[in-house]
């Protein structure tokens, strides 16, 4: 069993940087890809893909809108993703979810709870 929790998540002014984190439990994440969507105000229906990073972190995939803001990084050791939020816009505000499968894709297994993020001034 794949456990992911997200942590990180908060208020931030435009143009800020925020971290997000999404720890592993019970399964290790060596066989893992690790994505982050998001789920925007309006659109509750609706979860974005934001980025993903492969299991041996070599690929990266993101999305138009956060290309060039957000990095996505993995740990050596698999147990913890993360994804750096750089020059936050207001359209950024969502909740943001950390998730896990064999490849990515919005057809991914394992998902955390969700951690919000505010963007405003």
């Known amino acids: 069993q794949l456990q992911l929790v997200e942590s990180g998540g908060g208020l931030v002014q435009p143009g800020g940087t925020l971290r997000l984190a999404c720890e592993a439990s019970?399964?290790?994440?060596?066989?893992?890809?690790i994505g982050w969507f998001r789920q925007v105000p309006g659109k509750e229906r609706e979860y974005e893909q934001v980025?993903?990073?492969?299991?041996?972190?070599?690929?990266?995939e993101y999305a138009d809108s956060v290309k060039g803001r957000f990095p996505i990084s993995r740990d050596l050791d698999k147990t913890t993703g993360y994804l750096e939020m750089t020059n936050l816009k207001p359209e950024d505000t969502a909740v943001y979810y950390c998730?896990?499968?064999?490849?990515?894709?919005?057809?991914?297994?394992?998902w955390g709870r969700g951690t919000p993020v505010t963007v405003s001034s």
């Open positions: 998730a896990g499968d064999l490849i990515c894709g919005n057809g991914m297994n394992y």
């Open positions: 019970g399964w290790s994440l060596d066989y893992y890809a």
């Open positions: 980025a993903c990073i492969s299991s041996s972190g070599t690929n990266t």
